[in-house]
């Protein structure tokens, strides 16, 4: 696949990698320093160096269990077709030759990812640098995933109505789908698996630490916003056909916090208490220096961070002020506030920079999701 490059400041590149790694030694210090004493250190038992989960893979745990039970899913429609149960029962033949309660399509891409030819297709589809930038780029998301599925466990506990747990475990199911494939996905390139920036260690901490129900906004607004953003852009890119099929799930995941509180909604003192917003702001500070950590890698894919980072924030915003996190018009002023930053950085770090609205704009290429966005944002 040709890739036309993207003009960066090389210096700025630079000076980004050197920050994130100083943040990332002082901000996991803190953290181990704090659980030495009996704070609250790390949240997570995650082990973000190897990809796993504490405790190693234990592979055959997954398969024997996870697998098993989701190949030998009885359907409520097909065995109580008095019930209000839709899931499928036309489908019952699919369900017991599927993996991982994947789709036709989802299992078929599944199984490439440790192929051989797979593997031979990547390499011949890109050069080194573009897979070592393209694992860059979905481990932010591979990571965030491992979080997603804890942060989900949670949640459940908090929300209300057996629709909403019944949702919930929904999502706790495809999260653990979507860590273990896209972790294979991400392993097919052979270029070796980065640790989590201080960036998404620090915004994903944070999300597993909020209160209540602060979590649904910073995992199913913040971070599959994020997720659906990245899928969406790099879902044309050869070989990551199947991210298609990640995007599809995660515009349901975005759409969660909107459908419940339409059934519960928040009252006016959560939505305008300074307090409550000022920690979700700082859910999502940690997003905007990330941005900058993944200039280099996204120019070498063609893609500019700052149109990413616009993008992110537009969408991000909408869904936190549809499902009323945020009063009305205060997701507008800090696209405003964000598109003056990031065109201040480009000024000051790229030659030949011009003003862009990176805040109006969209990243998302692939037919397919944009489909998809289209119908998640129409309301917005």
């Known amino acids: 696949m040709h ?10 590149a630079e000076v980004n990698q050197v920050v994130e790694r100083v943040a990332n030694v002082a901000i996991r210090g803190l953290d181990d320093t704090r659980a030495f004493f009996g704070g609250h250190g790390r949240k997570a038992r995650y082990d973000d160096a190897h990809y ?12 024997k269990h996870y697998d098993k039970s989701l190949k030998l899913l009885w359907k409520a429609e097909k065995h109580a077709p008095w019930s209000t149960f839709l899931d499928g029962a036309d489908d019952l033949p699919l369900v017991k030759m599927a993996r991982e309660s994947m789709t036709k399509a989802e299992r078929a891409a599944s199984k490439k990812l440790a192929s051989k030819e797979f593997k031979g297709r990547l390499a011949r589809e890109y050069t080194l640098a573009e897979r070592q930038a393209l694992v860059k780029v979905l481990c932010a998301i591979g990571h965030g995933e491992a979080y997603a599925w804890l942060v989900s466990a949670e949640v459940l506990a908090d929300v209300q109505s057996t629709g909403a747990r019944a949702a919930l475990t929904m999502q706790v199911v495809e999260e653990a789908k979507h860590f273990v494939v896209l972790r294979e996905l ?8 980065p640790r989590q920036s201080a960036w998404e260690y620090l915004l994903l901490e944070q999300v597993l630490k909020a ?5 649904l906004f910073g995992m199913n607004v913040l971070v599959e916003g994020i997720a659906l953003s990245i899928f969406g852009m790099l879902a044309h890119f050869p070989g990551l056909e199947i991210l298609r099929l990640f995007h599809l799930d995660e515009s349901r995941h975005t759409a969660l916090p909107v459908n419940y509180f339409k059934e519960f909604p928040l009252d006016r003192w959560e939505r305008v208490n300074p307090l409550k917003r000022m920690k979700r702001l700082n859910l999502v500070l940690p997003a905007i220096p990330l941005v900058f950590y993944l200039e280099a890698p996204l120019a070498e894919l063609g893609i500019d961070a700052l149109a990413l980072g616009g993008s992110v924030i537009r969408k991000v915003t909408q869904l936190a002020e549809r499902a009323g996190f945020e009063p009305r018009g205060s997701g507008e002023v800090l696209g405003m506030r964000l598109n003056a930053l ?3 950085y480009g000024s000051l770090t790229r030659p030949h920079h011009q003003h862009r609205d990176y ?6 290429r692939d037919a397919a999701a944009r489909a998809v966005e289209d119908e998640v944002f129409a309301a917005a």
């Open 3 to 12: 890739i036309e490059k993207i003009e960066v400041g090389r210096r700025a």
């Open 52 to 63: 796993e989960f504490v405790g190693g893979e234990r592979d055959a745990l997954r398969r």
């Open 186 to 193: 991400i392993k097919a390139f052979d270029v070796g698996v």
């Open 211 to 215: 209160d209540g129900l602060d979590k």
């Open 342 to 344: 990031f065109n201040a």
């Open 359 to 364: 805040h109006l704009g969209d990243t998302t």
